[in-house]
């Protein structure tokens, strides 16, 4: 299904409503709808927008959000906007006299969850762009909502702001909180029997390119490839992997059968070398660019040769 028709298919949610006192700029009101999509929330309610309502830039920002963006309520004061709501959580970056307990977004977005299973009508406050919410604003809600920022940089998007409560009401919603939409494959971990031939094959391959040099040092060597192959723990599949890329690289030309190289052998070059060695024996130099000249063996070569 498309992604427009879908939009129109999804019901207001049973969430909390997402309250914004004064929004000023249509983006902003539209980058909230996002959020709030994103995080299975749609119903968003407005205070006096400053720029009036509707908002094709609202709309635009919104990014296929549409379903919020269509569900908008707008209200001419705040006390109007909550009327019919049992429990509300203002959002603030800044401590506020009162008694009025204070959540971190973990515990706000848990404790909106068990109002809604308890049949209960929620909402969360957020205030300007610019100052947020007067504190006469804050008395109308139960309870404070803060975020752990850094004191010395508290002022967040309003965007971003709904976006971390729409996240931890997803979160709260979770059998597991560490629940994700998707995992990767079960790989089945390799038998200790199969990374051992990896080891031997591996062993081998290296042996004939002349990777263990000097021979004394390689017992130590082959120590070091071991621990750094066990370390990691592999799966089946990709022992398999390993043993396709070494068996590629363990492939000689006829010209450098196994075991006669050196890791400084290129097999692609020895043709050449053997060009050059056929016309030493012949008396023939290479020349400064290592091209070879014809000419008499002492002698020097003419634009002629």
Same mark, same amino acid.
């Given at each position: 299904m498309p992604a427009d028709e879908q939009s129109r298919d999804i019901p207001i949610a049973a969430g909390p409503a997402i309250i914004l006192v004064e929004p000023q700029l249509g983006e902003n009101i539209g980058m909230v709808a996002r959020a709030m999509a994103n995080f299975g929330? &749609? #119903?968003?309610?407005?205070?006096?927008?400053? *720029?009036?309502?509707? @908002? $094709?830039?609202? +709309?635009?920002? &919104? @990014?296929r959000a549409d379903h919020v963006i269509d569900a908008v309520r707008v209200f001419d004061d705040l006390a109007s906007a909550v009327s019919d709501l049992n429990f509300i959580f203002a959002t603030t970056a800044r401590e506020r006299d009162g008694f009025k307990a204070v959540r971190g977004p973990v515990e706000a977005g848990?404790?909106?969850?068990? +109002?809604?299973?308890?049949?209960l009508r929620t909402g969360i406050m957020f205030g300007r $762009?610019?100052?947020g919410l007067y504190n006469e604003e804050v008395g109308l809600a139960d309870e404070i909502v803060t975020f752990p920022v850094d004191p010395g940089f508290s002022s967040l998007n309003i965007a971003q702001a709904v976006l971390l409560m729409s996240y931890e009401w997803m979160k @709260? =919603?979770?059998?597991? #909180?560490?629940?994700?939409?998707?995992s990767g494959p079960e790989l089945v971990p390799a038998t200790k029997e199969q990374l051992h031939s990896l080891f031997t094959y591996l062993e081998g391959a290296l042996e004939a390119r002349g990777y263990f040099r000097p021979e004394g040092k390689k017992p130590k060597m082959v120590d070091n490839l071991r621990a750094v192959l066990t370390r990691a723990g592999f799966a089946e599949p990709?022992?398999?992997?390993?043993?396709?890329?070494?068996? @590629?690289?363990? +492939?000689?030309?006829?010209?450098?059968?196994?075991?006669?190289?050196?890791? =400084? *052998?290129?097999? +692609?070059?020895l043709p050449a070398a053997a060009a050059r060695a056929r016309k030493a024996e012949a008396g023939q130099a290479p020349n400064a660019n290592g091209d070879d000249i014809d000419a008499p063996? /002492? =002698?020097? /070569?003419?634009?002629?040769d």
């Open positions: 929330l &749609a #119903e968003l309610r407005l205070v006096n927008p400053r *720029d009036g309502w509707p @908002s $094709e830039k609202a +709309r635009a920002a &919104a @990014s848990r404790a909106l969850r068990t +109002r809604q299973r308890a049949g $762009e610019r100052f @709260s =919603g979770l059998e597991d #909180e560490t629940q994700t939409n998707f990709e022992l398999k992997v390993l043993r396709g890329i070494i068996s @590629s690289l363990d +492939r000689f030309s006829p010209a450098m059968p196994r075991g006669d190289g050196s890791p =400084g *052998d290129d097999p +692609r070059r063996l /002492g =002698g020097k /070569g003419t634009d002629n």
